[in-house]
């Protein structure tokens, strides 16, 4: 009998402790709010916001990904293909929607000017080395999903993953150059995934960032009468970019 009193008295205690908690999840945000709202921190103000607006600038790296043919074993001329990585920027703007209190859905047509080179390693009387630098104006297109952090003092992390197009509007002037180089597709898509920092100021929010970029489409525009072309199978893009957003 006492067990059976001890076990009725958890039950009607459990039961109003998870009705305490219960309440206090539904009253949280409300909380939250007031605790913003008192300590006048500057990212109350933003985030009742559904939309907003910036411009970005960033730095990146870009190289290709090169994958060796059946014509590379073949080939009695080149040793090796390689890729260099090379500079570049990016200018952009920036448009991002509320979904909910932690996700954003972010929209950042970018102007980016990249330089990547493929070397390649020759044989012969003397060994040489020739480089096909291919510089790119793309017009780029991404799509991202951010998922942010709870914020503390002004401050908060976030990551990012989505989805890019790319086009290279430099691409027609190459393509009237010499037949013995290498060309590459204007259009390009990738995969995108990142992580970075909000710094809510009085007027803007700053957010640097880093992003990595995984084409998945081959940019290689093969060419059965050049060697440097049938060496390779596919040519896939990299980029590394860091970004600084000036949003509000």
Request: net charge neutral.
């Given at each position: 009998?006492?067990?059976?009193?001890?076990?009725?008295?958890?039950?009607?205690?459990?039961?109003?402790?998870?009705?305490?908690?219960?309440?206090?999840?539904?009253?949280?945000?409300?909380?939250?709010?007031?605790?913003?709202?008192?300590?006048?921190?500057?990212?109350?103000?933003?985030?009742?916001?559904?939309?907003?607006?910036?411009?970005?600038?960033?730095?990146?790296?870009?190289?290709?990904k090169p994958f060796r043919s059946k014509g590379f074993l073949e080939s009695d001329s080149i040793r090796a293909v390689e890729s260099v990585?090379?500079?570049?920027?990016?200018?952009?703007?920036?448009?991002?929607?509320?979904?909910?209190?932690?996700?954003?859905?972010?929209?950042?047509?970018?102007?980016?000017?990249?330089e990547r080179n493929i070397e390649y390693t020759k044989t012969g009387r003397l060994a040489n080395f020739s480089q096909r630098r291919v510089?790119?104006?793309?017009?780029?297109?991404?799509?991202?999903?951010?998922?942010?952090?709870?914020?503390?003092?002004?401050?908060?992390?976030?990551?990012?993953?989505?989805?890019?197009?790319?086009?290279?509007?430099?691409?027609?002037?190459?393509?009237?150059?010499?037949?013995?180089?290498?060309?590459?597709?204007?259009?390009?898509?990738?995969?995108?995934?990142?992580?970075?920092?909000?710094?809510?100021?009085?007027?803007?929010?700053?957010?640097?960032?880093?992003?990595?970029?995984?084409?998945?489409?081959?940019?290689?525009?093969?060419?059965?009468?050049?060697?440097?072309?049938?060496?390779?199978?596919?040519?896939?893009?990299?980029?590394?970019?860091?970004?600084?957003?000036?949003?509000?």
């Open positions: 009998m006492h067990t059976t009193y001890l076990r009725d008295l958890f039950h009607l205690h459990g039961r109003k402790v998870i009705g305490l908690l219960l309440a206090a999840l539904a009253f949280a945000p409300a909380l939250s709010a007031q605790r913003y709202k008192g300590e006048n921190y500057n990212f109350y103000d933003f985030n009742q916001k559904d939309y907003y607006f910036g411009i970005t600038l960033g730095y990146n790296t870009s190289s290709f990585t090379g500079p570049g920027f990016n200018l952009g703007i920036v448009t991002n929607l509320k979904m909910g209190e932690n996700f954003d859905l972010r929209f950042m047509p970018t102007l980016s000017f990249a510089e790119a104006v793309l017009v780029e297109m991404p799509f991202h999903i951010r998922y942010k952090s709870a914020p503390y003092k002004d401050k908060r992390l976030f990551i990012i993953a989505g989805v890019k197009y790319g086009f290279d509007v430099a691409s027609d002037s190459r393509s009237r150059q010499a037949e013995t180089l290498v060309k590459i597709s204007p259009n390009d898509f990738s995969l995108e995934y990142g992580a970075g920092i909000q710094f809510f100021f009085p007027f803007f929010i700053f957010s640097p960032e880093f992003k990595v970029s995984h084409g998945i489409g081959n940019t290689l525009i093969y060419n059965e009468n050049l060697e440097e072309s049938t060496v390779l199978e596919k040519l896939l893009s990299r980029t590394f970019t860091i970004s600084l957003h000036f949003e509000g």
